[in-house]
């Protein structure tokens, strides 16, 4: 059974730093593209970042580049999401996903597994 864990949510403010966590287990997480998406009530799922299976290819959605930074521990099966020069509207909750594929992208259906997510509350 896949489980992702997601961690290291919380309340900051404006201009604030957040690093998250997902602890994967269940799957061969060496060989898995990892993303990270948020979603706020009333709104559409929407993608974040991903990572492919070896960490050399990070992609960013455009409203969080140069601000946020995505990367994996293969050896911990871990990705993280380090959150910079946080705004209010990056208040979301945050769903780390994988995927059975080396590589993914900015569609939900690339993903098979889904966290439950961690809230990330950014106070202006």
């Known amino acids: 059974q896949v489980q992702l864990v997601e961690s290291g949510g919380g309340l900051v403010q404006a201009g604030g730093s957040l690093r998250l966590s997902c602890a994967a287990s269940g799957l061969t997480f060496s060989s898995a593209a990892m993303g990270w998406f948020r979603q706020t009530p009333g709104k559409e799922r929407e993608f974040v970042a991903a990572?492919?299976?070896?960490?050399?290819?990070?992609y960013y959605t455009d409203s969080v580049k140069g601000r946020f930074t995505i990367s994996r521990d293969n050896a911990k099966n871990t990705v993280y999401l380090q959150m910079n020069s946080l705004k209010s509207e990056d208040t979301a909750v945050y769903c780390c996903?994988?995927?059975?594929?080396?590589?993914?992208?900015?569609?939900?259906?690339?993903?098979?597994?889904w966290g439950q997510g961690t809230q990330v509350t950014v106070s202006s």
């Open positions: 990572i492919n299976w070896s960490g050399t290819r990070p």
């Open positions: 996903t994988a995927a059975r594929s080396r590589v993914a992208g900015p569609r939900n259906n690339e993903y098979d597994y």
